[in-house]
């Protein structure tokens, strides 16, 4: 089936530790998100990547990093620079930029603690 | 950077009844998308109705309708005869038309009432 794969669905970690978030996809699409997602504050742009091997930070980059090596594939990691990682965690696709831009799809998230 | 609004954090409405829900955006740009997004309890995202903004004509989506105003940059979300299963966070999303930025507002929670 076509989608979106976010793993794990949920996460514990300790403080000081990085820990990475995976996100596939076998839609074909271009373009890759993550957000962060907080109670009353929606959802932030955390990373984007238009291409492989490029992308751009968000409203919120700060102690996250991310690759795109290749095209179905874009891990976040959460460092510990991150201050306050505890959240929600959406990865999502769009299929291309321009004339063709379509709706975002989204993976079903991942729950982020911090022990 | 484009911004979006979402200025009720909170809704209800009683089932069959209609319920409108607000969003404004920020924006200098003139070719652009809008969205409107639902997330159930599941937590899954799923794309409720979309509209291009060259386009005059309010979009359509069965009990789904918008209510957009380009001048104003308003883009309201009508949802007809409510059901239960409307009960969730609904985001107001915008993106550019060449852009892959794309921007959430805060959300609003709806609750439908039998």
């Known amino acids: 089936d076509g989608g979106i794969t976010q793993s794990p669905k949920y996460l514990f970690r300790k403080e000081g530790q990085n820990v990475t978030l995976s996100c596939e996809q076998n839609?074909?699409?271009?373009?890759m998100y993550w957000y962060r997602q907080d109670p009353g504050q929606g959802l932030r742009l955390i990373y984007y990547?238009?291409?492989?091997?490029?992308?751009q930070k968000g409203d919120i980059a700060e102690g996250y990093s991310v690759s795109r090596e290749k095209k179905e594939s874009f891990p976040l990691t959460v460092t510990s620079a991150q201050k306050n990682p505890t959240a929600f965690y959406l990865c999502?696709?769009?299929?291309?930029?321009?004339?063709?831009?379509?709706?975002?799809?989204f993976g079903q998230g991942t729950r982020l603690t911090v022990v | 950077a484009q911004t979006v609004t979402q200025s009720q954090p909170e809704m209800s409405v009683q089932e069959a009844e209609t319920v409108t829900l607000s969003c404004t955006y920020d924006?200098?740009?003139?070719?652009?998308?809008l969205f409107w997004y639902k997330q159930p309890p599941s937590r899954q995202m799923i794309l409720v109705i979309r509209?291009?903004?060259?386009?005059?004509q309010n979009a359509t989506e069965n009990r789904f309708s918008v209510n957009f105003q380009k001048a104003a940059k308003s883009f309201s979300l009508k949802i007809s005869d409510s059901q239960l299963g409307d009960t969730a966070m609904y985001f107001c999303?915008?993106?550019?038309?060449?852009?892959?930025?794309?921007?959430f507002g805060a959300g609003t929670r709806l609750t439908v009432k039998p």
């Open positions: 999502a696709t769009t299929y291309d930029r321009g004339p063709r831009n379509t709706e975002a799809f």
């Open positions: 839609l074909n699409h271009d373009a």
């Open positions: 990547s238009q291409i492989v091997n490029d992308f």
């Open positions: 924006t200098s740009e003139n070719n652009y998308y």
């Open positions: 509209q291009e903004a060259y386009k005059q």
């Open positions: 999303a915008f993106t550019l038309y060449n852009n892959n930025d794309m921007r």
